[in-house]
């Protein structure tokens, strides 16, 4: 089923309710897995055929009932349309409840594409094969062992990528990008922040408009701008 159990219960951290949900999908053949939050997501590739979430919804509220009644309105769902497996959290109008969702994802490592985008929080992407893409309106990227290409833009927090068996691309409005390998160009801009790059084989171009440009090893040319 696509809902997955969406358990019961309730525990209480300060003035926040916390409640954790989970479920599971079979994605047997060529997986693309998008994943659409409110906070911060972290995807992990793994041996298999399955895609399993644990998500922790938590809001703000003075009593139980009233939290619970919040976190009855948004639900996360895990379902296949056509070649995509979509992973949604469903926003809720509340005005100061601040409410948010953290995932955490397996997924078959074998993935062609995994692509996240979250209003708010910070990415982690480990063990993929294929393309990752990942989009937050605030917070830290991280990736490390990623097959091919990369795109990773955040709107405020720093950008630190590992191995990448493909081009690169990355963008922070503000914060340091860091760079290991990667099989291809690579493309780094910050408006705000250092930028370090290990190893790239093919072109690099770096900007910031406020910081230091270290390379180590670049095959082919490197235009570098502060």
């Not at 999908?25 to 939050?37: F, I, K, T």
């Not at 509220?61 to 309105?73: F, H, N, Y």
């Not at 959290?89 to 969702?101: L, N, P």
């Not at 081009?167 to 860091?178: H, L």
């Amino acid at each position: 089923g696509g809902l997955g159990a969406q358990l019961g219960a309730l525990t209480r951290e300060g003035r926040y309710w916390i409640e954790s949900v989970e479920g599971s999908l079979e994605a047997p053949g060529p997986v693309r897995l998008r994943v659409g939050s409110i906070g911060g997501i972290s995807v992990r590739g793994e041996a298999g055929d399955q895609i399993r979430y644990t998500g922790r919804k938590r809001v703000r509220a003075d009593a139980e009932a009233e939290a619970r009644r919040l976190l009855q309105r948004s639900q996360i769902r895990l379902a296949r349309r056509g070649p995509i497996y979509a992973l949604e959290v469903g926003a809720i109008q509340c005005g100061r409840c601040s409410y948010s969702a953290e995932l955490k994802i397996t997924a078959p490592r074998t993935a062609e594409e995994v692509t996240l985008e979250t209003h708010g929080g910070s990415l982690e992407i480990y063990d993929i094969d294929g393309r990752v893409s990942a989009e937050t309106a605030g917070g830290s990227i991280q990736m490390d062992r990623i097959g091919k290409s990369v795109r990773a833009v955040t709107a405020g927090g720093s950008i630190v990528l590992g191995a990448v068996g493909g081009p690169v691309n990355c963008e922070t409005a503000g914060g340091s990008i860091q760079l290991g390998s990667v099989r291809g160009d690579a493309v780094l801009t910050t408006s705000g922040g250092n930028i370090d790059a290990e190893q790239v084989d093919g072109k690099l171009r770096a900007e910031t408009a406020g910081g230091s440009i270290r390379v180590r090893r670049v095959a082919q040319s490197v235009r570098a701008e502060t």
